[in-house]
């Protein structure tokens, strides 16, 4: 009876010696110091559906103090109803964003700093809800951009509506057409105009085959033979109506051949080799690539270099421009393609665009240069200003 006696006030004396877990977790002393001034704000400049919240950093957030580990971000619809955990964050951070609300609906958000058993409470923020916004206002200096270019194309296009002329750098390759068709006529030999492998939907294909119309004519005038070996159906009905219009433009529709505007084949290398065959027949005098071009584009020109015509290549293809320059007399690099139209057309309209682009592309790279001067002298606060608008 002693013993049994002694064994259970040794027991009592422990539990009041020894103060177990649970009481050890809800010790107030433990509790780390909640984040204060939790704030919830609709995320500017998006599609919607999010939320941006913010707090200030627990008084416990310091690198020596393992008291706050993370902070747990809790939402709710109602302000007296149920959070829910929706996301977590790691020490020293103070922002969550809550990328899966419900545009137009309103939400309350509490944010409690843990040690990753205990967590502290924290007030709750204020109602905010979701939206879309229908213009992004970090973009301003792009809207800028983007309508003093208009401004500029259309200021140019009546310009040259009136009859003012308009100054166009000279571009080589486009010089040199006139003399290269001058060359084949006086060697006796024809001209062969290949206007690339894709099909009309390209822009480098029409870019090309207006381009070809320029060719046509003054092949027409001189009384040139003309073939257009084309890789796509519709490419060759393009070109055969083209290059009629032009004989016809030349008061040469008597001359007009469609039957030298032929369909060879889809196929990429067989499309090649029977290019490849005709040079060798031919023999043209001048040799014009206009178009996209691919793996395809050094086995023509080399072809053609070894036939002795002179070669004008235009693409706005990277990768095959290297070749074309190496094997070609004249190259039209990139955009010089597209402009390509414009210079030869001179049509007011194209004129007027292709001089608008030119000035507000001056104004950006003056920009550019402007930018970096003043980030070399120290002004780089004025330059975000001016860039975030």
Same mark, same amino acid.
Request: charge should be negative.
């Given at each position: 009876m002693?013993l ?13 010696d ?5 009481s050890?977790?809800l ?5 780390p110091?909640?984040?204060t ?6 995320k500017?400049n ?10 200030g ?8 103090n393992?008291?706050v ?7 709710s ?13 790691n020490?020293g ?12 609906? =309103? !939400?309350?958000?509490m944010v409690?700093a843990s040690d ?5 409470? $924290? &007030?709750v923020? /204020?109602? +905010? ?9 970090g ?10 270019i208009?401004?500029l ?12 002329e308009?100054?166009i750098?000279?571009i080589?390759?486009?010089?040199a057409?006139d003399?290269a ?7 006796g030999?024809?001209i ?14 029409i870019?090309g085959?207006?381009i070809?119309?320029r ?5 027409? =005038? !001189?009384e040139?033979p003309?073939?257009?070996?084309c890789?796509?159906?519709?490419v060759m $009905? &393009?070109a055969q /109506?083209? +290059? ?5 433009a ?8 469609a ?27 001048a040799?014009?690539y206009?178009?996209t ?8 020109a ?8 002179i070669q004008?290549?235009g ?7 290297p070749f ?7 190259t039209?690099?990139?955009?010089e393609?597209f ?24 104004i ?21 200003l001016?860039?975030?608008?």
């Open positions: 002693w049994i006696l002694i064994l259970m006030v040794g027991i009592n004396v422990e539990a009041f020894t103060p177990n877990e649970s050890k977790i010790s107030s002393s433990e509790l110091v909640p984040p001034e939790v704030l919830a704000k609709d500017p998006d599609v919607g559906g999010s939320i941006i919240v913010t707090w950093k627990s008084a416990d957030d310091i690198e020596e393992e008291l580990k993370e902070y747990l971000v809790f939402r619809g109602a302000l007296d109803g149920e959070f829910e955990l929706i996301g977590t964050a020490k951070f103070e922002k969550f964003v809550d990328g899966t609300t419900i545009d137009g609906t =309103q !939400y309350y958000y409690k990753g058993v205990v967590h502290s409470q $924290s &007030a923020s /204020e109602a +905010v809800n979701s939206s879309a916004q229908w213009f992004h206002t973009r301003i200096s792009m809207l800028v951009a983007t309508v003093i208009c401004f194309i259309l200021w140019f296009i009546g310009k040259a509506k009136k009859g003012e308009l100054y750098r000279p080589a390759g486009l010089e057409v003399d068709v001058g060359r084949a006529t006086e060697m030999k024809p062969m105009y290949i206007p690339g492998i894709m099909d009309m939907d390209d822009i480098q294909t870019a085959v207006i070809l119309g060719v046509a004519r003054k092949a027409a =005038q !001189y040139t003309l073939l257009v070996p890789c796509r159906s519709i $009905s &393009a /109506e083209t +290059v009629k219009e032009a004989y016809i030349a008061g040469r529709s008597d001359a007009y051949d039957d030298k505007i032929r369909y060879l084949t889809d196929d990429q290398f067989g499309y090649a080799a029977g290019v490849d065959g005709m040079m060798i027949r031919e023999k043209p005098g040799i014009f206009m178009g071009f691919y793996a395809e584009s050094l086995i023509l080399e072809t053609g270099h070894s036939t002795g015509a004008i290549a693409t706005a293809m990277p990768s095959q421009l074309f320059i190496t094997a070609c007399d004249y039209l690099i990139g955009e393609l402009a390509a139209s414009a210079y030869l057309s001179k049509e007011p309209l194209l004129l007027g665009s292709l001089k608008g682009q030119d000035m507000g592309k001056a950006i790279i003056a920009i550019l240069i402007a930018g970096v001067i003043l980030a070399s002298l120290g002004f780089s606060n004025i330059i975000a001016l860039a975030t608008g």
